[in-house]
C-alpha cells in the first residue's frame, strides 16, 4: 500500500511538471513579432517617452475619421474583419493600446485609462485628425466613452461595442463584499511570486479558452487566431504589462450620473450571449447616455465586430448618416 501511494505520488507531481514545462513560455522578441504581424497597413509611431504604438491608418484619408480601441488582452487585429466594410466611406484609424498587441509594455509602465487616452490624443495630433468618431470594445469602449466626457470638442459621434460601463453605488459594494470574503485569493494573485509564475506560465490553453468564451459561434475560435492572441501576449514586457493592470485593478468613485455628461451621439451594439461583460451593462449605459441607441444582436458573444463584422459595419454606417 506505502508502494501505491509512493509512485501515485510521484506520478501525479511527474504531471505536474509536465503540465507546468508545457505550459511555460519565454518572451518572443519585439523584433520577431513585428516581423511576424506588422505587414499591410501597419505602422508605428515612437513617442518621446520610448513608447512605440502600433496603429494602422485605412480608407479613405479624406472622408470621416473613425478611431477603433480593442478591449483587454485583444489588440487592432480584432478588428481586421471590419474594417473592410467600412472603408469605402471612412477613414479608420486603429491601434493596440499600451500594454497589447505590437505596441506591448512601455517604458513608463503606466497602463492607465488616462494615458491611453493621452496616447490617443498624441496620435490623432501626428496624423492632423482634429476630429473624429471613437469606436471601443469592451475596456476599449470604458476608454472611449471616458474620451468623450473629457474631449468633447473633438468627439463627433461614439461608438459602444460591448463596452464596460460603470458600477452603481450598490454594484460596487458587492464586489467589494465579495472581495472581502476571500482576501487569500486576492492576496496571492496580487503577491510578487504568484505575479513571476504567470509571466512565465502561459499555455495556449488560456487564449484558447479565452476566446471560446468570447465568441458565441464556436467555428470563429480558430487556432489561427488563438495563435496570434497567444504569440502577443508572449511579447517581451507584455505579460508584466497585463498583470500590472491586473493587479491594480481598483473601482474609482466616480457614478453612472457622469455618463449623462456626454455630448456625442452615441450607438450602443451588444451581443445577447456574451458571457464577459453581460448585454445589461449596455441597458444601462443607454439609460444614462443622453443621446444614444442601443441595438442588441441575438446569438452574439463579446466581439460584435468581429463575430458579424457587416451588421456592425451596417449599423454604424446607418447611424453615423443619420447624425449627419
Do not use: C
Request: aromatic share 12%.
Amino acid at each position: 500500500m506505502k508502494n501505491f501511494f509512493k509512485y501515485l505520488s510521484l506520478s501525479f507531481f511527474i504531471l505536474l511538471a509536465i503540465v507546468i514545462y508545457s505550459g511555460t513560455y519565454l518572451d518572443i522578441s519585439r523584433e520577431t513579432l513585428e516581423a511576424k504581424y506588422a505587414i499591410g497597413e501597419s505602422e508605428f509611431l515612437d513617442l518621446q517617452d520610448g513608447s512605440r504604438i502600433h496603429y494602422r491608418d485605412e480608407g479613405d484619408l479624406y472622408k470621416p475619421a473613425i478611431i477603433l480601441l480593442h478591449g483587454f488582452n485583444g489588440s487592432l487585429f480584432n478588428f481586421e474583419r471590419m474594417v473592410p466594410f467600412l472603408s469605402k466611406e471612412y477613414r479608420l484609424i486603429s491601434l493596440d493600446l499600451p500594454g497589447f498587441g505590437l505596441t506591448g509594455a512601455v517604458p513608463s509602465m503606466d497602463y492607465s485609462t488616462q494615458n491611453s487616452i493621452l496616447v490617443i490624443n498624441k496620435l490623432t495630433s501626428y496624423l492632423g485628425v482634429e476630429k473624429f468618431s471613437i469606436a471601443g470594445n469592451s475596456m476599449g469602449g470604458g476608454i472611449a466613452w471616458r474620451y468623450a466626457l473629457e474631449n468633447p470638442e473633438k468627439t463627433q459621434s461614439l461608438i459602444l461595442l460591448a463596452s464596460s460601463g460603470i458600477y452603481s453605488a450598490e454594484e460596487r459594494l458587492r464586489i467589494e463584499e465579495s472581495e472581502r470574503e476571500s482576501p487569500l485569493v486576492w492576496k496571492l494573485m496580487r503577491s510578487n511570486f504568484v505575479s513571476y509564475f504567470l509571466s512565465l506560465y502561459t499555455p495556449k490553453f488560456f487564449a484558447t479558452q479565452g476566446l471560446k468564451t468570447s465568441v458565441h459561434d464556436p467555428n470563429l475560435a480558430t487556432e489561427e487566431i488563438a495563435n496570434q492572441f497567444h504569440e502577443l501576449t508572449l511579447m517581451q514586457g507584455s505579460r508584466e504589462a497585463i498583470l500590472s493592470r491586473f493587479s491594480k485593478r481598483s473601482f474609482n468613485n466616480d457614478k453612472p450620473d457622469i455618463l449623462k455628461n456626454i455630448q456625442a451621439p452615441t450607438l450602443i451594439i451588444h451581443g445577447k450571449e456574451d458571457n464577459i461583460i453581460p448585454f445589461k451593462s449596455s441597458i444601462n449605459l443607454d439609460q444614462y447616455i443622453q443621446n444614444s441607441k442601443l441595438v442588441l444582436y441575438p446569438k452574439i458573444g463579446h466581439l460584435p465586430m468581429y463575430e458579424t463584422p457587416a451588421r456592425v459595419a451596417d449599423d454604424i454606417k446607418k447611424f453615423l448618416i443619420m447624425k449627419d
